[in-house]
């Protein structure tokens, strides 16, 4: 299986810039596309897209959030910071079968 | 709006099965597939595989093949999975998604506990 590696933790200030890094054990790009998503989850609550096939902004999505990527390396931004984005945040690729998830990154405040 | 209700908990004895349901509203249900995701706080998130609505067709992860069992009944928009053989591996939140993939919309979860 695809294996998604993510960092455990990130400490952030408000309103600053931060880029959560997702590395694949294969590629999961094809020659149009690219097959990450981006996911954000707060305790008790179920995910929610952010970011799919690398770097569309789902509908409703503030635009302080952004991905860009390809291959095995991708990046999902968020500038600025803000209180309600203090979560952990999952990649998921489906190009390789089956799909997979990144362990999660959960950002903290510093 | 776009809606996945999942069923309620469940506490289950090792070896039995459980049935948790997934019924959506707000759009046309067999326009999109049904997901299926496992989330336990030691292996993350696991796909489990997914439904094809309109023709009741499956896709599984290898992992979960003869685990879980996903089945649909359009009369009430609702997708359901079966686990059997439950483990105290199987306790987990089990979440339902709308569509193959990226899942754009998913149910609230389901707790299954699975203790003797």
């Known amino acids: 299986d695809t294996v998604l590696t993510q960092s455990p933790a990130l400490a952030v200030s408000l309103g600053q810039r931060v880029t959560i890094s997702c590395k694949a054990s294969e590629s999961v790009s094809s020659s149009s596309y690219s097959y990450m998503h981006w996911y954000q989850q707060k305790p008790g609550q179920q995910p929610k897209l952010l970011i799919y096939h690398a770097s569309n902004l789902e509908s409703g999505v503030p635009a302080r959030f952004s991905g860009s990527g390809s291959g095995t390396d991708f990046t999902l931004n968020i500038d600025p910071v803000e209180a309600d984005d203090i979560a952990t945040y999952f990649c998921?690729?489906?190009?390789?079968?089956?799909?997979?998830f990144g362990a999660g990154t959960k950002l903290e405040l510093k | 709006q776009v809606q996945l209700q999942q069923s309620g908990a469940e506490l289950a004895k090792p070896g039995s099965s459980v049935k948790i349901s997934c019924k959506a509203s707000?759009?046309?249900?067999?326009?999109?597939?049904i997901s299926w995701i496992k989330q336990t706080t030691g292996q993350g998130l696991e796909y489990i595989g997914y439904?094809?609505?309109?023709?009741?067709?499956?896709n599984y992860n290898e992992k979960f093949k003869g685990k879980a069992t996903l089945t649909v009944d359009k009369s009430s928009s609702t997708a359901f999975m079966q686990l059997s053989s439950l483990t105290p591996d199987d306790s987990a939140v089990y979440y339902c998604?709308?569509?193959?993939?990226?899942?754009?919309?998913w149910g609230q979860g389901v707790m299954v506990t699975v203790s003797s």
């Open positions: 439904i094809n609505t309109g023709s009741g067709g499956t």
């Open positions: 998604a709308r569509e193959r993939s990226p899942f754009d919309y």
């Open positions: 707000g759009y046309t249900f067999t326009s999109y597939y």
């Open positions: 998921q690729q489906s190009w390789n079968d089956p799909d997979t």
